[in-house]
């Protein structure tokens, strides 16, 4: 009766249910249905009750009557650890030392303290099926952790954007997109108004980041190596569906060519056929003399373009002299609208002053918007929008403020202004 049961379903599967103890209802199936709805039962277990109990009655009573004379081994997922569950003084003393008094085994190594105890206890003894998936639920809890470690890691070596999203997230809503996206499933029940779509957003967005097996080369690539990468990048040729990783190491590109190949060979071991990702290790000096060649007209680049994986603040070219000189004279201008605007503000003219500070809000917001390589706003609400609104940093929600209500006093605007 206290036994394993295979179960064949109508539609091709097989579960195995456990029976350990019938008038406490103890009971595992392997099926889904067992492991998500937390009734501790499911068609397949009551199935096999009742089908043991039609076969044979008497048994089945006296089943019920003296309960299970196995020793069950189970794992207790709140303690973290394993636990017989009933009859322990039937186990060897030798045996049974390894667990404490209430009959719990924890050790930091469960997985091996487990293998030898399957060794050396006699066969009745069962081991429950729930252990498998409880190993395997520790084994991805314990990635999920290592993945969330390396993520924040990586933010702190600037390898990953500080921020997801161009407006950035405040901390409650930077944790809760951490609880989305390294958990296997989760539920943001924030309170209204506070963000939840956005922390999805982010999460979303991380998540994509994650995915992406050139950045995550860059990333590995830029640990394996350290000061010796130079650069990391992707690059997509002119008419190729190929797109080619090009590891640049500042010099002796023959000597890491081979630990960067099994990257490479690791990552990128299931590869897209259509659109295969090579791989070119280069010395930086070849890659100078490359630039200088084409420069000079005698060799020509064919690749249409170039994605910067590593390291991530290169990834935007100077600004030229002539993006150059049109920030400055923005900036000039800005300077001399938020002097009037003190100068208004000191005489009491506060609508006039607020009117010279919104004209420095969007000669700033021009000059912010170069740099970023954005469009240009063509007016303060503008300036102060996404995806230019990042830009502002610490001095956004201020500006934000007195755009959207006139009541609200600028002297505070002006300072924060004056740094941007
Ligand atoms: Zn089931």
């Not at 295979?6 to 350990?20: D, L, T």
């Not at 000061?227 to 008419?239: D, H, T, V, W």
């Not at 659109?275 to 690749?303: C, F, K, N, Y």
């Not at 170069?370 to 940093?393: D, K, Q, T, Y």
Request: net charge neutral; charged share 25%.
């Amino acid at each position: 009766m206290f036994s394993n049961f295979a179960v064949h379903s109508a539609s091709g599967m097989h579960y195995e249910v456990e029976i350990r103890d019938l008038t406490q209802r103890r009971f595992v199936c392997t099926c889904t249905d067992f492991r998500i709805n937390g009734l501790g039962t499911c068609k397949h277990v009551e199935a096999v009750l009742m089908h043991v109990e039609h076969v044979g009655k008497s048994a089945y009573r006296q089943a019920l009557r003296q309960g299970s004379g196995r020793v069950d081994i189970v794992p207790d997922r709140e303690r973290d650890a394993l636990q017989i569950e009933r009859n322990k003084d039937l186990l060897a003393i030798k045996i049974r030392r390894q667990f404490d008094a209430d009959g719990v085994l924890s050790h930091p190594d469960i997985e091996n303290t487990l293998n030898k105890l399957r060794q050396s206890v006699p066969p009745e003894v069962r081991f429950s099926v729930e252990i498998a998936s409880w190993l395997e639920s520790r084994r991805l809890a314990r990635e999920r952790k290592k993945l969330r470690r390396d993520y924040e890691l990586g933010v702190q070596s600037g390898l990953h954007p500080a921020q997801e999203t161009l407006v950035p997230l405040f901390p409650y809503q930077r944790e809760g997109m951490l609880y989305l996206a390294f958990n296997e499933r989760a539920l943001l029940a924030d309170e209204m108004g506070l963000g939840k779509t956005i922390q999805a957003i982010a999460a979303c967005s991380l998540l994509h980041r994650l995915a992406d097996p050139c950045a995550l080369f860059a990333e590995r690539a830029a640990s394996l190596l350290g000061k010796n990468l130079a650069a990391c990048e992707e690059r997509y040729p002119e008419e190729a569906p190929h797109t080619v990783l090009v590891a640049i190491v500042e010099r002796d590109a023959a000597q890491w060519k081979p630990r960067i190949e099994q990257l490479h060979a690791e990552l990128f071991s299931t590869q897209d056929p259509l659109s295969p990702v090579r791989l070119e290790v280069l010395d930086r000096a070849t890659v100078e003399t490359m630039q200088r060649l084409a420069e000079a007209g005698i060799v020509q680049i064919t690749h249409r373009a170039t994605r910067h994986l590593y390291p991530m603040d290169n990834a935007r070219s100077p600004l030229g002299a002539e993006e150059l000189a049109r920030v400055q004279a923005c900036r000039e201008r800005a300077a001399r609208k938020l002097k009037m605007a003190r100068l208004l503000q000191a005489e009491k003219m506060d609508e006039e002053a607020r009117e010279a500070l919104l004209a420095a809000v969007l000669e700033t917001g021009r000059a912010l918007a170069i740099e970023s390589r954005l469009p240009e706003p063509p007016n303060p609400v503008a300036a102060l929008a996404p995806p230019l609104s990042h830009a502002w940093g610490n001095a956004h929600a201020t500006l934000a403020a007195i755009l959207s209500d006139s009541s609200v006093p600028i002297i505070q605007a002006l300072v924060l202004l004056e740094n941007c």
